[in-house]
């Protein structure tokens, strides 16, 4: 599944991991790796607003979710859609 590009206001772009579409909202599904720091943690917490601002719901799974735990992700995801 290829990645999805979002261009907002300030004219920075993200790259979403997952884009959801479903009738008129619009879900970003974001996968942390397990090696997050504080840098990348301040990146994600402005990158979230700026997704927010532009009518998206931010939705993030840590990768040790992702792999151990994925019924619980998918079934997460299913209830925020």
Known sequence: MPQ?????????SYRLDF???IND?????E????????NMED????RDIHMRME???????TANDVNNNLEKVVEEIKRLC
């Open 4 to 12: 999805y590009w979002v261009k907002v206001k300030d004219q920075k």
């Open 55 to 61: 009518g998206w719901s931010v939705r993030r799974f």
């Open 31 to 38: 996968v942390d790796g397990a090696m997050a720091h504080k």
């Open 25 to 29: 909202k619009k879900y970003d599904i």
């Open 19 to 21: 884009a959801i579409f």
């Open 43 to 46: 990146y994600d917490t402005l």
